[in-house]
T-cell receptor
């Protein structure tokens, strides 16, 4: 089966600019996650969707980050305005059902550099 | 949420077995232990998970202590492609999310 697709692969922007990342999960996977991975650290969950509804966004900095999942398939994550500390890899993952006992499949991520 | 403790790094020689330990002393009786790994410049990938008894798959084996306070991921013959960061994942948050720590960086020497 096709994996989780993410684009772009790399992005460099100046601080205070805006940026958007796109994710296409595995077909039929109802649950979608966005993680932020800062260099040298493990991934940190930003937001979890079940179909097109938000299940958990407690770690999402809502003053600058937003995410949506229209029609319960593709998702976009936006940062506006970006700060230097947002430099990280943004990972999208999907699973067939809600709950961590069901395996997650991750994309390769988008590496964001804010200068 | 349960907490896990893993060594920051480990080294292995190619074609030798590798035992990656994880302590999860606060785990509850019904929580599965999951292991993921992250190869350089890639997203994490599922390795194995288990509850009480030892588990085997094509990638690795998982040995879970009888008291479930620790587990060991076993790579039977390490290859250079096994060089990665290995994460022992505690039970998820309120919504069943994967909560990652820093993991163990495994280096494999030829």
């Amino acid at each position: 089966e096709a994996g989780v697709a993410q684009s772009p692969r790399y992005k460099i922007i100046e601080k205070r600019q805006s940026v958007a990342f796109w994710c296409n999960p595995i077909s039929g996977h109802a649950t979608l996650y966005w993680y932020q991975q800062i260099l040298g650290q493990g991934p940190k969950l930003l937001i979890q969707f079940q179909n097109n509804g938000v299940v958990d966004d407690s770690q999402l900095p809502k003053d600058r980050f937003s995410a949506e999942r229209l029609k319960g398939v593709d998702s976009t994550l936006k940062i506006q305005p970006a700060k230097l500390e947002d430099s990280a890899v943004y990972l999208c993952a999907s699973s067939s059902r809600e709950g961590w006992n069901y395996g997650y499949t991750f994309g390769s991520g988008t590496r964001l550099t804010v200068v | 949420d349960a907490k896990t403790t893993q060594p920051n790094s480990m080294e292995s020689n190619e074609e030798e077995p590798v035992h990656l330990p994880c302590n999860h002393s606060t785990i509850s009786g019904t929580d599965y232990i999951h292991w993921y790994r992250q190869l350089p410049s890639q997203g994490p990938e599922y390795v194995i998970h288990g509850l009480t008894s030892n588990v085997n798959n094509r990638m690795a084996s998982l040995a879970i202590a009888e008291d479930r306070k620790s587990s060991t991921l076993i790579l039977h013959r390490a290859t250079l492609r096994d060089a990665a960061v290995y994460y022992c994942i505690p039970p998820g948050g309120s919504q069943g999310n994967l909560i990652f720590g820093k993991g163990t960086k495994l280096s494999v020497k030829p």
